[in-house]
C-alpha cells in the first residue's frame, strides 16, 4: 500500500550550517594495485543536489565514503569554501549521512534516535527538544514520536535516518542508496518527501543511487561512474538528451544498444547496417566535430524502446524481428522481441501486439544516437 504523508500546516525552517561550495581536487581512493575510484573533480554549490549514478562497483559508494572521511584519499583533496577538510575525520568534518539499511538504535525512540547525536554533543536541553520537534515536523514523523523503529513502517523508518542526520544541521547530507530496502510504490513517495525537505529547507545533498529514475527526478546535476571514472557530469536534461557515450546512454533510458558498422557518413547522419538491421541515426558529438565515426567503422546505436515505431511494408531503413514477451501497461505494450540472428530488442508501443507476431520497426534517425565504439574513436 502506498503511504499516505501529511504536510505540516507550518513547518519551522532549520538553520543548518551554509557553505558556498565545496571542491573536489582530482580525489582517488585506491586498495592496493586496484583503482576504485580514480581521479576527479567535482565542485557543489552550496544548496544543490548531486547524484553520483552508476551500477555496483562504479566507485559511487567509494567517492561517497571518500568525501565523509570513511576512507583516505589515496589522492587529491577536499575543500569546504576553501579550507582544507580531507585531513579532518569524519565527526570533524560535521557531514550527516544517512544509509540505505536506516541503522536505527531499535531499543530507542523516534524521538530518541532523532535526539541522539545532539545528546553526544551535551547540548542544552532545551536546545535538543526544540531541534528535534523541528525535525519530526519537518519529516511529518510527530505523532510517532514515542514509537520504536520496529513498529515503523519502513519508509518511516528511513525518515527518522533523515530526521537524525539533519538535526545536527549537517553543511553536507549524504544518502547512500537510502531507498533501495523500500518497495516500488514507497520509493516513489519518498523521494518527493526527499526533495520537497532539499528544497524547503535548503539542504546540500550527495545522494548514490544505480536507479536513473531517481537520480533524474532529485538531481541538480549528475555525475555518472563508470569503473570507477567519471563518464559524464551535467543536468539530468543535459545527460538525458546528449549522453557523451552509450554506456551513459543506457543509464538514460536507451535500453537498446545496437553494435553495428556505419556503412556511410553524411554530415550530422550514419547510416548503420549490422547482419538484418539497417538504420539511419545521428552522430553523437556531431554538433562538435567529435563523432570519431567514419564509413567502415564499429559504432554502437542506442534506441529508446518508445522510439521504435511499428512500420508498414515497404518502409525504408527498417528491419524485422518476431515478439517473443509482450507486458500489457495500460496504454501501451512492452515488447521484448528478437531478430533473426537473435538479437533482443526493447520496444514499446500503444498497438496491440502479441507473443510471435512479425514486427517491422523503423526509427526517426533524430531518435537513434551512433557512438564510436570503445577504441574505434579517432
Known sequence: MTETIQSPANPTPIAGKKFSELRLHGISRAYGTHTALHPFDLTISGGEFIALLGPSGCGKTTALNSIAGLLPLTAGSIELDGKRIDTLPPEKRGFGMVFQNYALFPHLSVRRNVAFGLRMRKLPKAEVEQRVNTVLELVRLTEHAHKLPGQLSGGQQQRVAIARAIVLEPPLVLMDEPLSNLDAALRLDMRAEIRRIHQEYGLTTLYVTHDQEEALSLADRLVVLNLGRVAQIGTPAELYEHPCSAYVAAFMGYRNILSLTAEAVDGATATVVGDEVRLVGTLAGAEDGASGVAAGSRVQ?????????????????????VAEVVEYHGREFQVDALTRSGNRVHVRTPERVAPGDQLTLTVDPKRALVFAEAGEAT
Open 301 to 321: 546505436v542506442a534506441v529508446r524502446p518508445e522510439d521504435f515505431k511499428l512500420a508498414g511494408d515497404g518502409a525504408t531503413a527498417a528491419f524485422e524481428a
